[in-house]
């Protein structure tokens, strides 16, 4: 019985196409990776400012706009089509905390967003942090040889 059902679940299992989804990744991240170049050289030249400091501004209007697609939830249905060329960029860090946000709102400032906002972007900010610790150790090591 067991086996039949299994056999049914892989029979009926849609089937992704890697090469497609890898594409259409590679292009849109290319799309964001573009958008985010406009917003630079726009920052840098209407605001007459530093490329570092409009390179600050292109990324809160990065996560601004994601925030606000997530909360309007055209967000989702672009990541379903786009897959990791949202997510990958600060865009999908946006998206992950804006939901969880979002999820949790009836619940309360405190016990609800507040416990709830950082639960899948906090492992990342965890495992980010580590990680540039650990390699930080190696770069200082290797620079000591």
């Known amino acids: 019985?067991?086996?039949?059902?299994?056999?049914?679940?892989?029979?009926?299992?849609?089937?992704?196409?890697?090469?497609?989804?890898?594409?259409i990744a590679f292009i849109s991240g290319g799309i964001?990776?573009?958008?985010?170049?406009?917003?630079?050289d726009g920052y840098s030249y209407w605001l007459d400012i530093s490329t570092k400091e409009a390179t600050?501004?292109?990324?809160?209007?990065?996560?601004?706009?994601?925030c606000l697609f997530t909360s309007?939830?055209?967000?989702?249905?672009?990541?379903?089509?786009?897959?990791?060329?949202?997510?990958?960029?600060?865009?999908?860090?946006?998206?992950?905390?804006?939901?969880?946000?979002?999820e949790y709102r009836k619940e309360g400032l405190v016990t609800g967003i507040g416990m709830n906002m950082l639960k899948l972007s906090g492992a990342v900010i965890i495992f980010g942090v580590v990680s540039s610790f650990i390699f930080s150790l190696i770069r200082m090591v290797v620079g000591l040889l």
Not at 9 to 22: G, H, I
Not at 59 to 64: G, P, Q, S, Y
């Open 1 to 23: 019985m067991k086996k039949s059902y299994q056999e049914i679940v892989q029979k009926n299992y849609p089937k992704e196409n890697v090469l497609t989804n890898a594409i």
């Open 32 to 40: 964001i990776g573009i958008i985010g170049q406009i917003l630079i």
């Open 56 to 66: 600050v501004c292109m990324l809160v209007t990065l996560i601004f706009f994601s």
């Open 72 to 102: 309007l939830g055209f967000f989702d249905k672009w990541v379903n089509f786009c897959k990791c060329g949202l997510i990958i960029p600060i865009t999908g860090f946006a998206h992950a905390t804006m939901s969880a946000a979002l």
